[in-house]
C-alpha cells in the first residue's frame, strides 16, 4: 500500500539558515522534495528559472491566485511570492514528502487549507546573526537588507502558531532535529521508517 507524502512547511525570517537546512535534509531524504515557488520580482545571480523560483510577470501570477491554482501567496516587500498547487498534490500522490520553504502568511494559509501539514519555524539563533547573512549576500540595496530585518521582527511574533520551533544554531544539530520531527509526524501517520 503507497502512502501519501507528508507536507512539510519551513517558515523563518530571511537570513535565519532555511535553505541551508532544507538542502542539507533534501541531501540525506531520498523521498523528499521541494516545492519551488514562483515569484514576481526580479532573478538574484545563479538563480535558475524552473529550479530557484519560477519567475513570472505579475499578471500571469494573479491570473494562477484568481484561477485557484495557487496553494498560498503573499505580498512582500513589494513582489508576490508563491506555491503553484498542482506539483506539490503530484508529489504527495506520489508518497513523497514534499518542503514548501515559505514565509509565515504563507505557511498559515497552507495550514488553514491542509490542517495535516508539518509546520516548523526556524529561529535564528540572534537577529546579529541575520543582519550579518543579509549584508553578506550582497544581493539587495541596503534598503531591502533594512525592510527584511524589520520583517524578520515581525515573523518571530508568529513562531508560537507552528507544530515546531527549531534554533539554527549548529547544522548538524538542527538537521537532525528536523529529521526527528519529520520521522515522528511519519510515525503518527502509521508509516514505520528505518
Not at 39 to 54: A, V
Request: charged fraction near 30%; charge should be negative.
Amino acid at each position: 500500500m503507497s502512502r501519501r507524502g507528508l507536507l512539510i512547511i519551513i517558515s523563518g525570517p530571511s537570513g535565519s539558515g532555511k535553505g541551508t537546512l532544507v538542502a542539507k535534509l533534501l541531501e540525506s531524504e531520498p523521498n523528499m522534495v521541494v516545492s519551488v515557488s514562483a515569484t514576481t520580482r526580479e532573478p538574484r545571480p545563479g538563480e535558475i528559472e524552473g529550479k530557484s523560483y519560477y519567475f513570472l510577470s505579475k499578471d500571469k501570477f494573479l491570473e494562477l491566485v484568481k484561477s485557484g491554482r495557487m496553494l498560498e501567496y503573499a505580498e512582500y516587500i513589494g513582489n508576490y511570492y508563491g506555491t503553484p498547487l498542482e506539483p506539490v498534490e503530484a508529489w504527495l500522490n506520489e508518497g513523497k514528502d514534499v518542503i514548501l520553504e515559505i514565509e509565515v502568511q504563507g505557511a498559515l494559509q497552507v495550514k488553514e487549507k491542509m490542517p495535516k501539514a508539518v509546520t516548523i519555524f526556524v529561529m535564528p539563533s540572534s537577529m546579529d546573526v541575520v543582519r550579518q547573512r543579509l549584508i553578506g549576500r550582497g544581493t539587495e540595496a541596503a534598503e531591502v537588507v533594512k525592510e527584511r530585518l524589520m520583517k524578520a521582527e515581525e515573523e518571530l511574533v508568529f513562531m508560537d502558531k507552528y507544530d515546531y520551533v527549531v534554533r539554527k544554531d549548529e547544522l548538524d544539530e538542527v538537521v537532525n532535529e528536523v529529521k526527528s520531527i519529520i520521522n515522528k509526524e511519519r510515525h503518527k501517520n502509521g508509516e514505520v521508517q528505518g
